[in-house]
Every structure is written in C-alpha cells, then in structure tokens.
C-alpha cells in the first residue's frame, strides 16, 4: 500500500471490513497480512485527519504514526505516546471499544499530556 497520497474513506473501510468478524469475536484472526493492512490504512487515515507531530501512536510490529497538532519532537522517544496491539487498536478505531475502558483495562498506554485520542475515536467512516 503506498503511503504517500491521501487515503479515501473507501479504501479504509475496504481495509477494516475483512477484520470486523475477527474483531466481534465471530471468526479466526485473519493473516497477518490482512491484519497488517487494516492497522497501517487506519493508523495512517487517524494521522491524516489529525495532522501534527506531538502524539506517537505506536501498533507494533505494523505502524507508528505522528499525528495531533501541537509541540513536535525531534529527537528520541516523543513525549506524548500512544501504544497498543492491533487488536485493540483496531476496536478502538471501529468503535467496538472506548478509550477510557482501553485504559482502564490496560489494553494501550498513553504518556504525556497530548496522548488522549479519545476525541478522535471511532474514525468517522467506520462507525
């Protein structure tokens, strides 16, 4: 998938649909090429709405975006970071799970003032 470019909302919801059942508990996990694909499309279309540098959002081993406007880092860890695994990361983009129980049930950490995506949480076009 290249990475230059905009991303349409139809390639993200192209990307997301074939992880839904998995994500409701209704099927296998997909291969991680799928997987794959769904997180980086929608990491990368959360990074494109909510342009900026102050906030890491990391999905290891898949992606790791900047996004949110504000102070930006230019060397080493960024203060304000955001990481999970694609599973959660992936219900928290299809709105299938909230920030605050993501949090409270420790499935992400976020550090720093700005790493809040609550706000941004569901992408619109996969609600």
């Keep these: 998938m290249p ?3 905009p991303i349409p ?11 839904r059942a998995w994500l409701a508990g209704g ?9 794959g694909v769904a997180v980086k499309t929608s990491a990368r279309w959360l990074a494109q709405q909510v342009p900026g540098r102050s906030v890491e ?3 290891p081993p898949h992606v790791a975006v900047q996004c949110v406007p504000g102070p930006r880092h230019t060397r080493g860890t960024p203060p304000n970071v955001v990481e999970t695994d694609a599973a959660t990361w992936l219900r928290l983009a ?17 550090s720093g003032n700005r790493a809040d995506l609550s706000g941004h949480l569901p992408l619109r076009p996969l609600r």
């Design 3 to 5: 990475a230059a470019g």
């Design 9 to 19: 909302a139809e390639e993200l919801r192209a990307a997301v649909d074939p992880v």
């Design 27 to 35: 099927a296998e996990q997909p291969p991680r090429a799928v997987v």
């Design 57 to 59: 959002l990391r999905v």
């Design 94 to 110: 299809t709105g299938a799970l909230d920030w605050a129980t993501a949090v409270a049930e420790g499935k992400l950490t976020a």
